[in-house]
């Protein structure tokens, strides 16, 4: 008596074992793709808070100097620091926040006038995110993130708020 070989049910396992590994490998190039779009986004992350961060700084320290405050926008600002020339912060056309002595360009950061506005009261400037931007410095659609609503008043707003050094000691303004 002969045996019988069954050749069909060898391909079909092939076949199966074929869409088994093509399924994996189309899972594993997806979570590839993910991890390489994370690590990406971050670093942009990582970088936008270094440019918020220095440009905070130099924001702190001319208000800190200055003599009087004014917000002649929401997105500008101009200081009148103690025996020096005039300091201005604006957004520029292009979304980055500018800083003039004397309108001459004194330093750039790319992204961050689109997304800051300022707010003065009294002896203090109040930085704070807009409402309707959908975006950081990095690019990254903040709706994905940290995204405020429309309906979030200014006050209720995360905020960084300067003060400028007489406020602080009590002094009074000159």
Not at 13 to 21: E, G, K, P, Y
Not at 31 to 46: K, N, P, V
Request: hydrophobic share 50%; proline share 2%; net charge neutral.
């Amino acid at each position: 008596m002969r045996c019988k070989v069954r050749h069909a049910m060898v391909l079909l396992d092939l076949f199966v074992a074929l869409s088994i590994l093509s399924l994996f490998i189309v899972l594993a190039a997806a979570a590839m793709r993910d991890c390489i779009q994370l690590t990406a986004g971050s670093a942009q992350f990582a970088n936008s808070t270094l440019t918020g961060d220095h440009a905070v700084r130099q924001l702190r320290a001319d208000v800190w100097n200055a003599l009087s405050v004014e917000n002649t926008g929401a997105s500008e600002l101009r200081i009148k620091p103690a025996g020096r020339d005039s300091i201005r912060y604006r957004a520029a056309a292009d979304g980055a926040l500018e800083r003039m002595v004397n309108d001459l360009p004194a330093g750039r950061w790319v992204g961050l006038g689109a997304i800051w506005q300022f707010e003065v009261t009294g002896d203090s400037v109040r930085i704070t995110r807009r409402i309707d931007s959908h975006a950081d410095a990095s690019g990254i659609d903040s709706d994905r993130r940290d995204a405020m609503p429309a309906t979030t008043s200014a006050a209720d707003r995360p905020a960084i708020v300067l003060m400028r050094a007489a406020a602080f000691y009590g002094e009074a303004a000159q």
